[in-house]
């Protein structure tokens, strides 16, 4: 695959393409590290010691709907543009999000930008340690920011809740793709969150999220990542709905269906932090 058709600005961009780019004036550049909770490693003291130059930290639970018990629920557009102000990003900024894994937490601010109706983001392919491994020039400085007017337009399509995601897997109208691992999405294992029965939502198809990636935390070329959901005996013809444990790596799989030219799409915010939690609802197992 070329760099060429690599480097798209609204989806996916190469380490080459972010050091070409990284003095532009309106670039802005987030670190968007996140962990499970049973990780041991704090993001934001990972970002202190070490990030991309003039790289802004995205804390993904903070940068959430503190309303929702459920864990970082997209934030209201009110909180966003607040936020995103004070990092001094907006209107007509080029955004690039990493993350200090590879490919994963990272997509989830590109599905939030996206839900925003922010076109101009991409996930940078291989994140923090692809950047690392070439040897690349990193700070522990941080930037300057200076206030950023932002105007948000909230894309509803591509967000689902509880009900939607019932009514779907129920009429079999939308295919359901789960990021979770296979013995997880078989229920054979529990839950990293207590309380939550194991299984997967009924009809949903398994895609653990790592199967979209190569073995560096690069994301598959087109070709390949299509290959993964037919496999799966995904129907790529019909809307999808993506899912996981909180709605992290589901967004790596909307990422995924975008690079294969997907548009009908949306993440179940909830996924199964919301879902395993109600017994009224159903779980299939296998």
Known sequence: MTAAFLDDPKTLVSTDWLAAHLKDPDLR?????????????????????????GARF????????????????APPPEKFI???RAMGVGDGHQVVVYDSTGLFSAARVWWTFRLMGKMDIAVLDGGLPKWQAEGRE?????????????????????????????????????????????????????????????????GAKNVPFGEVLNADGTMKDPAALKAV??????????????????????????????????????????SWAEWG?????????G
């Open 29 to 53: 550049v987030l670190d968007a590290s996140w962990h499970m909770p049973d990780a041991g490693r704090n993001a934001q003291a990972e970002y202190a010691q070490a990030h991309i130059p």
């Open 82 to 84: 607040s936020r995103m």
């Open 138 to 202: 990193i700070e522990d400085m941080p930037p300057m920011v200076r206030d950023r007017h932002i105007t948000v337009s909230r894309q509803a399509g591509l967000v689902k809740d509880v009900t939607q995601v019932a009514h779907a897997s129920k009429l079999g109208e939308a295919e359901i793709i789960d990021a979770r691992s296979a013995p997880r999405f078989r229920g054979e294992v529990a839950e990293p969150r207590p309380g939550l029965r194991s299984g997967h939502i009924p």
């Open 277 to 285: 939690m109600y017994d009224d609802l159903k779980v299939a197992k």
């Open 58 to 73: 995205f804390d993904i639970d903070d940068i959430s709907d503190a309303r929702s018990a459920l864990p970082h629920m």
């Open 229 to 270: 959901f037919e496999a799966a005996g995904v129907n790529l013809g019909k809307p999808a709905i993506t899912t996981c444990g909180s709605g992290i790596t589901a967004s790596v799989l909307a990422l995924a269906l975008e690079r294969v030219g997907h548009r009908n799409w949306s993440v179940y915010d909830g």
